[in-house]
């Protein structure tokens, strides 16, 4: 079912498989963030994800690959929900 967290996953392994920046390897570059939000990037990956209990702004850090939530981005920014994790890619 579109949506569902079953697809979220599938969703997720399929691109893990498809970009060699997801796999095994040490070279994290951990990004600013807001507190309660853990950004980084490995290669042309940015994942952010907020942890806090309300949405935050961060910068869109490129294609949006995947999102646990409803992401709103706009003019460089995306706004970022509770409780949701986002991947892009930055090529």
């Known amino acids: 079912m579109p949506g569902s967290t079953l697809e979220l996953y599938r969703s997720a392994l399929a691109l ?12 994290v570059e ?3 963030a807001p507190e309660g939000v ?3 990037r490995r290669g042309e990956f940015v994942c952010v994800a907020n942890t806090s209990g309300e949405a935050v702004t961060t910068p869109a850090y ?6 646990s939530g409803e992401l709103t981005e706009a003019e460089g ?6 409780d ?3 991947w892009f890619t930055t090529v």
């Open 38 to 40: 853990l950004a980084f």
């Open 30 to 32: 951990w990004l600013r």
């Open 77 to 82: 920014e995306a706004k970022v929900p509770a």
């Open 84 to 86: 949701t994790t986002v």
């Open 62 to 67: 490129g294609r949006l690959l995947l999102a």
């Open 16 to 27: 893990r498989r498809s970009l060699p920046d997801l796999g095994a390897g040490d070279s």
